[in-house]
């Protein structure tokens, strides 16, 4: 499994960001993706996660609405659509797989894989 994750960056409060995750092709077609986002002392946290051909998606109460969460099949891409980010939006944000044996809703780190090294979304009040 390979992801890479980027687009992060420092915005203002009611910005927007769009995160990119490339996926290697395999992986891509036939796992479920996601993000997590951690902060420094704290757990990862489940953002999203889009299934991997039935297109269900599954948010984070508090993002709901702000965020979106999309596959390209044309590029093995997964994306996260920010918009109207708040100062607790301010994360290292992680493009994740499911694990082949976890069950479609699960948002425990555990059930995911391939971290990688996340990119940064930073938002000032």
């Known amino acids: 499994v390979q992801l890479q994750a980027s687009g992060g960056g420092l915005v203002q409060a009611g910005d927007s960001l769009r995160l990119s995750c490339i996926a290697d092709g395999r992986t891509f077609s036939s796992r479920a993706l996601g993000w997590f986002r951690q902060v420094p002392g704290k757990e990862p946290e489940f953002v999203a996660a889009i299934a991997a051909s039935s297109g269900n998606v599954d948010y984070l109460d508090s993002v709901k609405g702000r965020f979106t969460i999309s596959r390209d099949g044309a590029r093995n891409t997964v994306y996260l659509q920010m918009n109207s980010l708040k100062p607790e939006d301010t994360a290292r944000y992680y493009c994740?797989?499911?694990?082949?044996?976890?069950?479609?809703?699960?948002?425990?780190?555990?059930?995911?894989?391939?971290w990688g090294q996340g990119t940064l979304v930073t938002v000032s009040s």
């Open positions: 994740v797989a499911k694990k082949r044996d976890a069950y479609w809703g699960t948002r425990l780190p555990f059930d995911f894989t391939s």
